[in-house]
C-alpha cells in the first residue's frame, strides 16, 4: 500500500485526511492543493512578492474551509467562497480573528483575486498594506467610492501583510494539531476516495 504515491484502491477518512495534510518534501511525486499554495506563499514572500504572498495564504484559507472541518462544529454551509473561508476560521483559529476581522479578509481576498488590487467590490473599502502594526485597522468613516476620497486615511483599511501571513501559518499549525488528535472530518459533499485524485496532483521534473 502506496498512500505517499496515491495508488490505494480506497482510502478512509483520516488517510484522506493524512494525504491532504502530507508535507511536501521538495521531491518529485504528488503534492496536496493544500501544500501547494502554503509552499507558493512562502516562496513568493521570500522573493518580496508581498501581494502574490498573501493571496495565496487567502486561498488557502478558503480551500481548507472547502475541504475539512473539526469534529463536532456542526457548520455544513460551506458551498460559497466566503463561507468556506470564514468557517476555517472558525474551526482552527477563532481566538486570532473575530467574525468582522474574518469578512475583511475575505474581501481583500477577493480584491487580490479579482482585479489585483486595493478595491472591494463587495462592500465600499479601499485597503492599504503595512507590515507593521496590528493585523487589521478599520477605517473611521465610510469610503464613498470616490478616487479622491480613497486617499483619506480617515476610510483606509489598513492590513498588515506580515500579520496575515503568520495567521495562516498558525492556522494551519492548529490543522496539523487536530488531525493528530483526532478532531478532523472531511467537509460535507468531500468524499475520502477523491481525495487522492482531485486534492492532490504530480510534480515531474
Known amino acids: 500500500m502506496n498512500a505517499r504515491h496515491g495508488t490505494l484502491a480506497s482510502v478512509d477518512q483520516r488517510e484522506a485526511i493524512d494525504l491532504y495534510l502530507e508535507v511536501w518534501r521538495g521531491d518529485d511525486g504528488p503534492v496536496s492543493f493544500l501544500e501547494a499554495a502554503m509552499r507558493d506563499a512562502r516562496t513568493a514572500w521570500e522573493c518580496n512578492a508581498r501581494w502574490l504572498a498573501t493571496l495565496g495564504y487567502l486561498v488557502a484559507v478558503e480551500q481548507i474551509g472547502h475541504t475539512v472541518v473539526r469534529s463536532g462544529t456542526g457548520t455544513t454551509d460551506r458551498k460559497f467562497s466566503r463561507r468556506a473561508f470564514m468557517a476555517a476560521l472558525e474551526d482552527f483559529a477563532p481566538e486570532l480573528l473575530d467574525e468582522d476581522g474574518q469578512g475583511v479578509l475575505y474581501e481583500m481576498r ?33 469610503w464613498d467610492g470616490t478616487a479622491a476620497d480613497a486617499k483619506r486615511l480617515e476610510v483606509t483599511t489598513v492590513v498588515n501583510l506580515a500579520a496575515v501571513a503568520d495567521l495562516v501559518e498558525r492556522l494551519v499549525a492548529s490543522l496539523r494539531e487536530a488531525h493528530a488528535e483526532g478532531h478532523m472530518e472531511l467537509a460535507q459533499g468531500v468524499a475520502a476516495d477523491e481525495v487522492p485524485s482531485l486534492l492532490r496532483f504530480n510534480i515531474t521534473r
Open 110 to 142: 477577493c480584491a487580490l483575486a479579482h482585479e489585483y488590487g486595493l478595491q472591494s467590490e463587495r462592500t465600499p473599502r479601499v485597503f492599504a498594506y503595512t507590515e507593521s502594526g496590528p493585523l487589521l485597522r478599520l477605517p473611521e468613516e465610510t
